[in-house]
């Protein structure tokens, strides 16, 4: 069985274990989609995964989603293995990709000037994405960006 966070609240998603996350109040996506896998390793929650993630917060599992997809950019940066690399900017522009599209629609309850700067902090990811991948940029920004926005689903403070 998986479980469905819409603001805070718990509902039955999809067979395959799949956890969805409401991004500011907006549309529901699943997890799994954003480029995160669950903990399974494959989508499929274990016992004690649907547990926790049942029971965290939409801020926490966007948190977790930033957290997985900017550690597998932190490893892929230190090893020399380009598809390594290409695929963790992949999980990286899925998250940013979906993060974009949930902050563009109409039900999104974040203000809109946070909507239009983290709207345009996806773009530059994706530009960037572009340069790194032609091997014209380092992915040390995009962790930067990430990291920022975890500080932020913290409560810890944005860039430094």
Do not use: C
Not at 76 to 86: E, H, I, K, P, V
Not at 96 to 115: E, I, Q, S
Request: aromatic residues 4%.
């Amino acid at each position: 069985m998986s479980s469905t966070v819409r603001g805070g609240a718990t509902s039955a998603g999809p067979a395959g274990g799949d956890i969805a996350v409401k991004i500011g109040g907006g549309m529901t996506k699943p997890v799994a989609a954003m480029g995160v896998q669950g903990v399974g390793g494959t989508g499929t929650m274990r016992a004690y995964g649907v547990a926790r993630e049942a029971t965290a917060t939409p801020r926490a599992i966007e948190y977790d989603a930033f957290s997985r997809v900017t550690g597998g950019l932190t490893a892929a940066s230190s090893a020399d293995d380009y598809a390594r690399l290409a695929s963790a900017l992949h999980d990286n522009l899925r998250l940013w990709t979906t993060l974009a599209a949930d902050l563009a629609g109409d039900g999104n309850a974040y203000p809109a000037a946070l909507r239009g700067q983290l709207i345009s902090l996806a773009r530059f990811v994706q530009r960037h994405s572009q340069a790194v991948l032609a091997q014209k940029a380092t992915v040390a920004p995009l962790i930067e960006i990430n990291t920022a926005v975890m500080r932020g689903l913290r409560g810890t403070g944005g860039m430094s």
